[in-house]
């Protein structure tokens, strides 16, 4: 979440036009999930009219979520629970 609030403090203080883009992989079941826990980063308590730094608004969070069921497909009896490298190029070609 630090990172998240991070990124977005600086991009609006720089004035540049991001998106932050987060891919939760194979969520773990009844955990919770990352969405919710980066809500407070995604919506931070502030009034709809506060002045941006550097009159930017701040760049909106995307998460997008690879489910277990895509996972599985994936995994192929590897043993992996985590697959660095797609998660990325998930959240690339959605970027």
């Known amino acids: 979440r630090n990172g998240v609030e991070f990124l977005r403090a600086l991009s609006v203080e720089a004035g540049l036009s ?6 939760e992989w ?3 079941p009844g955990k ?7 809500r407070p980063s ?17 760049p ?8 277990p069921s895509f996972h599985a497909e994936v995994e192929a009896g590897t043993g992996q629970s985590f697959f660095e490298f797609l998660a990325k190029n998930v959240g690339a070609r959605r970027a």
């Open 18 to 23: 991001a998106e932050i883009v987060v891919v």
């Open 42 to 58: 995604i919506f931070p308590i502030a009034p709809p009219d506060a002045p941006d730094a550097g009159g930017c608004p701040a």
């Open 26 to 28: 194979n969520p773990f």
């Open 32 to 38: 919770p999930r990352l969405v919710d826990e980066l």
């Open 60 to 67: 909106p969070v995307r998460v997008i979520t690879v489910p």
